[in-house]
């Protein structure tokens, strides 16, 4: 399910809550400012969630940077 529907079906303190479409038992809270500056209540938005496989080998290979220079230091 990369994309899906979901309805703003309300905004409270600065974070929307999103209802996924159909039947709109999922709900999901998200900061306002993520979504598009005239996104009111009652708007029907577009969401997709892509797996971006290229930032995840990266952060893996910073992390296991940070990772030995750690063990390194604790050793020296």
Same mark, same amino acid.
């Given at each position: 399910m990369g994309s899906?529907?979901?309805t703003?079906?309300? +905004?409270e303190e600065g974070i929307a809550v999103l209802l996924v479409r159909d039947k709109e038992l999922i709900? +999901?809270?998200i900061p306002l400012s993520l979504?598009? #500056?005239e996104s009111r209540e009652g708007? +029907?938005?577009d969401i997709t969630i892509a797996r971006n496989l290229q930032e995840t080998?990266?952060?893996?290979?910073?992390?296991s #940077?940070?990772?030995e220079k750690l063990k390194n230091k604790s050793i020296g």
């Open positions: 899906f529907k979901v703003l079906d309300r +905004i709900k +999901i809270n979504l598009p #500056s708007d +029907i938005l080998e990266d952060a893996k290979k910073r992390v #940077s940070l990772l």
